[in-house]
């Protein structure tokens, strides 16, 4: 029975195959497929991949050759593969930044590893070092010391913490328990990503909308196995039942598009915008319109329009008649 496997997984493999071979010239294919740990006939597979390896122009010398008749394995012209990466000027600033930024995560605790690895860099990369000194790395406005601290200590001494948390989809703060997994940062804002027990699964938690947290002396106990959360789509990931609404945002309410999820931003004339976002609680966004005083104003779909002109109707009736409005 074969075992499905990724390119990825054996391209990974193929690189590493080279040098390995190269500097063992005519071992044995079953020592060799012992060693790399798969069959003597996925070495073979392998090794006639390489054949139709090598440096650009695809002529003959420019390929990789393989032999491994008799049982003996021989690799050639493969001397390019062997040598290590050199990291060139900008390769080598761009890794002493992102490593700086690195060591002064909120959540992560101070690495010896990561200090090593950048002390071996910046005496590698030389100059470039130096001009590294020169750019800032500046993910968001900078969180109380106090919060980073906890953040840390938690993380570090595997201990639950008590949120108070301002949830800005529902305008509402809550608190919770939560047992942090990590400090991630995602469109240049800082996340604890944990086990909340109120809701029973992983959330992310934005940093700067921590009212208060608490170490409490609880370990943390997340389930087991966790699935890591792709990010790679950003940090909202919705529901199947939110609405997609249009909005239309006055300059005075710009703000709404950098503080809040959106799906696509469209800049209209004077400095107006056009945002698509997804609201999980219509609530929330009819409390959003008339906060904004006519600086927000929904535009799609149809329903959601005409419910959201029903409720300020049904708000202005109530003020004309002097009740209070219903709340919404």
């Known amino acids: 029975m074969s075992t499905f496997e990724s390119a990825t997984a054996r391209l990974s493999r193929l690189l590493t195959m080279v040098p390995w071979l190269l500097n ?41 050759d393989a032999q491994w008749e008799g049982g003996k394995v021989f690799v050639s012209n493969a001397d390019t593969i ?11 600033l761009a890794l002493v930044v992102a490593l700086r930024a690195l060591a002064h995560t ?69 608190e919770r328990d939560v047992d942090p997994l990590r400090v991630v940062s995602v469109d240049g804002r800082w996340y604890l990503e944990g086990w909340c027990h109120r809701a029973r699964g992983v959330r992310l938690f934005r940093l700067d ?13 997340p389930p087991a196995d966790l699935p890591e959360r792709d990010l790679s789509r950003g940090a909202f990931l919705g529901s199947p039942d939110d609405l997609t609404v249009t909005l239309h945002l006055e300059a005075s309410s710009a703000w709404v598009a950098e503080s809040f999820p959106v799906e ?26 008339r906060r904004q005083g006519g600086g ?33």
């Open 106 to 174: 909120p959540g992560l605790a101070r690495s010896d590893a990561v200090e090593r690895a950048l002390a071996k860099l910046e005496q590698a990369a030389g100059d470039a070092a130096g001009a590294a000194g020169q750019v800032s790395v500046d993910l968001e406005p900078s969180l109380p010391e106090e919060l980073v601290a906890s953040v840390r200590r938690a993380l570090t001494e595997g201990r639950r913490v008590h949120l108070r948390y301002h949830v800005a989809s529902r305008d509402e703060t809550t």
């Open 82 to 92: 062997a040598r290590p990466l050199r990291l060139g000027r900008d390769e080598a």
């Open 24 to 64: 063992r010239q005519g071992i044995d294919l079953a020592s060799a497929a012992a060693e790399l740990g798969v069959s003597e006939q996925q070495v073979v597979d392998d090794l006639q991949v390489l054949f139709v390896c090598g440096t650009p122009g695809h002529y003959p010398d420019d390929l990789i």
């Open 296 to 328: 927000v104003r929904v535009v799609g779909p149809p329903e959601v329009v005409a419910e959201v002109v029903r409720q300020a109707r049904a708000a202005l009736d109530g003020a004309s008649a002097g009740d209070d409005p219903a709340p919404v």
């Open 209 to 221: 909308r921590v009212e208060d947290l608490q170490v409490l002396d609880a370990p943390s106990t």
């Open 264 to 289: 696509s931003v469209t800049e209209l004339d004077e400095g107006r915008l056009e945002v698509e976002m997804r609201v999980g609680d219509p609530r929330w966004l009819h409390r959003l319109v």
